[in-house]
């Protein structure tokens, strides 16, 4: 569909230049005057929106981005507008601190910088673009639409009204009802495709995306991971003293994704620290799956982009995006990188000054998806010109994109935050020594050992399902290359001579297919490589990959399907060997099938079906759950030794304990304690920090996730003096030393 025809379609409505800079102006005081006022949920709703939304559509309208769709345009806008707070964010930080001023992040500085440079963006968009500014469509539907779209309108509140019912009396059953009705959904889709209207597609697919983040963003309290404590517990250093340093070289400090850009949402919108953290990062990666549908649906059509963002929401790195803050946010800007660059609709200028703004956005959000991002383009970029040698194919990286990378990875990281460029060397060289142990089983991770098989056969039937539908999605990916790869090799190299399949609506570029070659060979590296797969994680690798791999999956489905149909002809009738493909229902089938079961399995419900409580957000039990989820009374404990023990004293914890301390208590000198857990010693001197599973279930965590029974460990705490009991959590103490009571 052209763009004329899209914008006829949601029947646009056209405001005029001077327009445009009355109804900015006038949103921006109204605004203003709702912060001030502090006007509870109107300013957290306005604010969130100013922010996320209004500098990404000015800088758009001074690009004059006219010819990209309306879904393009809001992923842009939103995208654009992180990055441009995350750097004024920063340059206001470094410039007030030089100057002497020591809270540029208090609210009454952001809000009078964040207008005066909006109102600047608003003079050059009137002085520079004339035309008419679309606002916002007619959202009237005829009744086939509102037919398809009654059933995902109401996922967002199936998804919240489902975790409020889970937290508060334990039952599930709404959130097992949502998980069912997506592939319900899906599958209906698939099967009156014909009917289904194509501007419904990008709605579809993000109310199905914020539905799946919010119910694992609102599950507990407290915010639930692994990495994600300390990340909190930076964010709240940067809130606590109004402003970020880089002093102190800690990896983390190097990712403004938690530090700076948060804390300038908490400025404006004044919302408990905790629970904006728990649901930012949600609200903002809601728009990936956007990103993979505008970048698959060039190749593969609405329909299967559609299937394609549904197999991406799939994938468990996706719903536990809450627990990955920083690597799902540099993840993002990768995505939007490679939606830029492979772009038609923009032009060449603008493709270089977007895809810079999101690489920088990258490098700032997270080093280790900074490291993995610039390997993929730094051999694109040599495949391109080894294969430009020989062949005549447009590129789309140059050596100037290259070194720019290059450059402002050394600069950010060796410079600014150097812990993050020494741990970037230092899990190089790790890898290469690990080499040694590239068949030692041991020591890869669990989930490359659970992609391997290992046991899979001693494990209950929800294993073995998740296993089989795990290895057919690869296969599929794989299936999928190798399609591409092989109409690549029937004809000469040249893009002009490349024969589109029947199932293409676009022919696939060199350079994305050298990158998704790329993103394969990451993959198989991850397993292959022992260190790889536990210093980084298999499956944070396999999502990064994801982005460029995820149209495959799609492909794939349609080559399987399609031999399945020639082979059945051929059967059949003997004949018709040749050129027959399946319809797009037959087609659908055999993606729905391994679509299905493998969200089924992420999502957790396979599982529960057959009793087994895996899932954290079905249930309030089981390894996961015990691992992870923050309780209230662990909070409190937390934080009540935050405030009466004196910060240089030593305070252990069990695994994940000392992150509890960390995140609930803001105790950075929390400690795993390996002497008493592990190797049964006394501790001479500190504080013991017990949480739920401990008081509530009798057992501790160790280092390598092993659970010990408490009755073993009681003639050490005889020597302690209880200081601290919530009964959900407990405290000891062995010296009066540190205690200020």
């Not at 032009?347 to 703004?357: H, Y």
């Not at 046991?455 to 089989?468: A, D, L, M, N, Y």
């Not at 501790?683 to 017990?690: H, Q, R, T």
Request: neutral net charge; charged residues 15%; contains cysteine.
């Amino acid at each position: 569909m052209t763009n004329e025809a899209y914008l006829r379609a949601l029947k646009i409505l056209k405001f005029g230049a001077n327009t445009r800079v009355v109804l900015v102006i006038s949103s921006l005081l109204l605004i203003d005057l709702v912060i001030l006022l502090d006007i509870s949920y109107v300013r957290q709703i306005t604010g969130f929106i100013f922010l996320t939304f209004l500098p990404g559509l000015l800088i758009l309208r001074i690009l004059k981005l006219d010819k990209i769709e309306q879904t393009e345009t809001i992923v842009l806008s939103v995208g654009l507008s992180v990055s441009f707070l995350m750097f004024f964010g920063l340059l206001l930080n470094n410039s007030a601190i030089y100057f002497g001023y020591e809270t540029p992040l208090a609210t009454a500085p952001l809000l009078i910088l964040i207008n005066v440079l909006l109102i600047t963006l608003l003079v050059i968009v009137h002085t520079i673009d004339t035309t008419p500014v679309f606002a916002l469509p007619n959202l009237n539907l005829n009744t086939s639409e509102k037919a398809f779209f009654i059933v995902p309108v109401v996922f967002p509140a199936l998804s919240i009204f489902g975790t409020h019912l889970m937290n508060i009396e334990n039952n599930n059953i709404i959130l097992i009802i949502f998980l069912l009705l997506i592939p319900i959904y899906v599958a209906s889709v698939c099967f009156f495709n014909n009917k289904f209207p194509k501007r419904l597609y990008p709605v579809v697919i993000f109310l199905i995306s914020i539905s799946l983040l919010m119910m694992a963003s609102l599950r507990s309290n407290h915010i639930v991971g692994i990495d994600t404590h300390k990340e909190y517990y930076y964010f709240l250093t940067s809130l606590d003293y109004l402003h970020w340093s880089a002093s102190g070289h800690y990896t983390l400090n190097a990712c403004l994704s938690i530090s700076i850009l948060p804390s300038i949402y908490q400025s404006i919108l004044n919302i408990p620290p905790e629970f904006l953290f728990k649901i930012f990062y949600s609200l903002l990666f809601s728009i990936a799956p956007l990103i993979i549908y505008v970048l698959s649906k060039k190749y593969v059509g609405d329909f299967y982009g559609f299937l394609t963002s549904v197999y991406f929401m799939s994938i468990s790195n996706f719903s536990g995006t809450p627990a990955q803050a920083r690597t799902n946010t540099a993840i993002l800007f990768f995505a939007l990188a490679m939606m830029v660059l492979f772009n038609d609709k923009i032009d060449l200028q603008n493709k270089r000054i977007l895809f810079i703004v999101f690489i920088v956005s990258c490098v700032v959000s997270h080093y280790s998806t900074t490291y993995i991002s610039f390997f993929i383009m730094l051999i694109t970029f040599i495949s391109e010109e080894i294969l430009s040698k020989k062949y005549a194919f447009k590129k789309y990286l140059s050596s100037t994109n290259v070194l720019l990378f290059f450059v402002l990875i050394v600069f950010w990281y060796s410079q600014v935050t150097e812990a993050a460029f020494d741990s970037g060397v230092g899990f190089i060289w790790n890898t290469f020594n690990s080499l040694n142990g590239l068949f030692v089983e041991e020591m890869r991770s669990s989930p490359a050992h659970a992609l391997l098989g290992e046991s899979i056969w001693e494990k209950g039937i929800p294993h073995k399902i998740e296993f089989v539908f795990t290895w057919l999605m690869f296969s599929f990916i794989g299936i999928g290359v190798l399609t591409l790869a092989r109409s690549y090799s029937n004809t000469p190299f040249p893009e002009l001579n490349f024969n589109i399949n029947s199932y293409l609506t676009n022919k696939f570029e060199v350079s994305y297919f050298i990158g998704a070659l790329i993103c394969l060979g990451l993959l198989i590296a991850t397993i292959a490589l022992p260190f790889v797969s536990v210093g980084y994680g298999m499956d944070r690798v396999f999502f990064h990959a994801t982005v460029l791999l995820s149209t495959f999956f799609t492909i794939g489905g349609i080559t399987v399907t399609t031999y399945l149909h020639k082979l059945t002809l051929y059967i059949k009738f003997k004949k018709h060997i040749g050129v027959e493909i399946a319809s797009h229902t037959q087609t659908s089938l055999i993606i729905l099938l391994v679509l299905i079961m493998y969200f089924l399995s992420t999502a957790g419900v396979t599982y529960q079906s057959f009793g087994v409580h895996r899932s954290i957000i079905l249930n309030s039990d089981g390894e996961q759950y015990d691992r992870i989820y923050v309780h209230d009374q662990e909070s409190c404990c937390a934080k009540w030794l935050g405030s009466n023990v004196d910060e240089n004293a030593r305070i252990y914890g069990d695994q994940y304990g000392d992150l509890r301390l960390i995140s609930q208590g803001g105790i950075r000198s929390a400690c795993y304690a390996k002497s008493l857990i592990e190797d049964k010693e006394d501790i001479e001197e500190g504080y013991i920090y017990i949480r739920y599973t401990g008081v509530v279930g009798k057992k501790l965590c160790d280092n390598n996730f092993i659970w010990h029974d408490m009755t073993d460990y009681l003639h050490f705490f005889i020597k302690y003096n209880k200081i601290y009991n919530n009964g959900g959590s407990e405290s000891y103490y062995k010296t009066r030393a540190n205690v200020r009571v």
